[in-house]
T-cell receptor, first 111, second 115 residues
Framework: DAKTTQPPSMDCAEGRAANLPCNHS???????VYWYRQIHSQGPQYIIH???NNETNEMASLIITEDRKSSTLILPHATLRDTAVYYCIVRVVNTGNQFYFGTGTSLTVIP | GEEVAQTPKHLVRGEGQKAKLYCAPI?????VFWYQQVLKNEFKFLISFQNENVFDETGMPKERFSAKCLPNSPCSLEIQATKLEDSAVYFCASSQLGQGNQPQHFGDGTRLSIL
C-alpha cells in the first residue's frame, strides 16, 4: 500500500527543468507529501516537503494541486548529478510517522 | 554527529547465522526508523523508536528480527537465524521530532548478503 503512483522513468535534457509528477489520490488532510531521491545505492536524500501550499528551497520546487490529490517536483535546471530515483512519499501522521515509499521515478539527465 | 552513521557498510553471513547492524542517529534526534530495501526500488518500514522506546513495530517480522535503542549506544537491528530472503540493504533514519512535518535523515545503509 504505497499510497503514491509515479511514472517508472523519465528523461530530461541537461539545463532544462525536470518536472516529476506524483499521484496521491487517497491522501488525508493531515498527511504531508515528501520528496526524496536515491543516487546509486546511497541512502535516500531529502529534497522537499509540503502539506497544502507550494514550497521552494535551494534544491527544488513542490507544486501541490488544490485538491491535494497530486503534486509535481520541479528541478529548475537539471544537471547530470540529478540523475537518480526520485520518491514521492506520503507521511502517515497517526501511526508512527513512517514513510510509505512508492517505486519511484528513475530520472536520467541527458547531456 | 551531523549524519546518520550506519555500520558496517557490508555484512556477509551464511544462512542460519546471526546478523547485527548498527545505527548512530544524528545528535539531538529523538526518533529512529529502520527500513529494508530488498529490490532496487522497494522500501519496507520495519520499526521506529522514540528515544529508547519502541514507537511503532508494525513492520517488524514476528520472528527472528529484533531491535533496540539504548541510551548512550548506537541503535541496533538484529536478525537471528538469517535466511536468504533477508538479503537486502537496511537503512536507518532519524528525525528530531515525530511530527509529520519533520524530515527523516537517512544513513547510507548496510548491505546484508546471506549466502
Amino acid at each position: 500500500d504505497a499510497k503514491t503512483t509515479q511514472p517508472p522513468s523519465m528523461d530530461c535534457a541537461e539545463g532544462r527543468a525536470a518536472n516529476l509528477p506524483c499521484n496521491h489520490s487517497t491522501i488525508s488532510g493531515n498527511e504531508y507529501v515528501y520528496w526524496y531521491r536515491q543516487i546509486h545505492s546511497q541512502g535516500p536524500q531529502y529534497i522537499i516537503h509540503g502539506l497544502k501550499n507550494n514550497e521552494t528551497n535551494e534544491m527544488a520546487s513542490l507544486i501541490i494541486t488544490e485538491d491535494r490529490k497530486s503534486s509535481t517536483l520541479i528541478l529548475p535546471h537539471a544537471t547530470l548529478r540529478d540523475t537518480a530515483v526520485y520518491y514521492c512519499i506520503v507521511r502517515v501522521v497517526n501511526t508512527g510517522n513512517q514513510f510509505y515509499f512508492g517505486t519511484g521515478t528513475s530520472l536520467t539527465v541527458i547531456p | 554527529g551531523e549524519e546518520v552513521a550506519q555500520t558496517p557498510k557490508h555484512l556477509v553471513r551464511g544462512e542460519g547465522q546471526k546478523a547485527k547492524l548498527y545505527c548512530a542517529p544524528i545528535k539531538g534526534h529523538s526518533y529512529v526508523f529502520w527500513y529494508q530495501q530488498v529490490l532496487k526500488n522497494e522500501f519496507k518500514f520495519l520499526i521506529s523508536f522514540q528515544n529508547e522506546n519502541v514507537f511503532d513495530e508494525t513492520g517488524m517480522p514476528k520472528e527472528r528480527f529484533s531491535a533496540k535503542c539504548l541510551p548512550n549506544s548506537p541503535c541496533s537491528l538484529e536478525i537471528q537465524a538469517t535466511k536468504l530472503e533477508d538479503s537486502a540493504v537496511y537503512f536507518c533514519a532519524s528525525s528530531q521530532l515525530g511530527q509529520g512535518n519533520q524530515p527523516q535523515h537517512f544513513g547510507d545503509g548496510t548491505r546484508l548478503s546471506i549466502l
